[in-house]
């Protein structure tokens, strides 16, 4: 069964939301999904993004440091909005 690109997004949403979740419970409040989702997909830049799997992984397997490393790299490069 292949996913229509609305599905394909509102998965991806749904999955970065739930990170998102995961992250206030450990006390970073003021994550979005958006960003979670830009951490998770720059490294699809030069590859293109996997197959759904890997995605999914990808999002679930985050972890507070790498998320916090990302911003902090994004705030000195002047590429976080």
Not at 19 to 47: D, M, P
Request: glycine share 4%; hydrophobic share 40%.
């Amino acid at each position: 069964m292949t996913m229509t690109e609305e599905e394909w997004l509102q998965t991806i949403e749904t999955l970065c939301e739930s990170k998102v979740e995961e992250f206030k419970l450990v006390g970073y409040e003021h994550v979005t999904a958006k960003e979670v989702w830009e951490c998770v997909s720059e490294k699809y830049a030069k590859t293109g993004v996997p197959a759904m799997h890997e995605v999914v992984n990808d999002i679930l397997s985050l972890k507070v440091m790498k998320f916090m490393n990302f911003m902090t790299i994004s705030a000195y490069r002047g590429t976080h909005f």
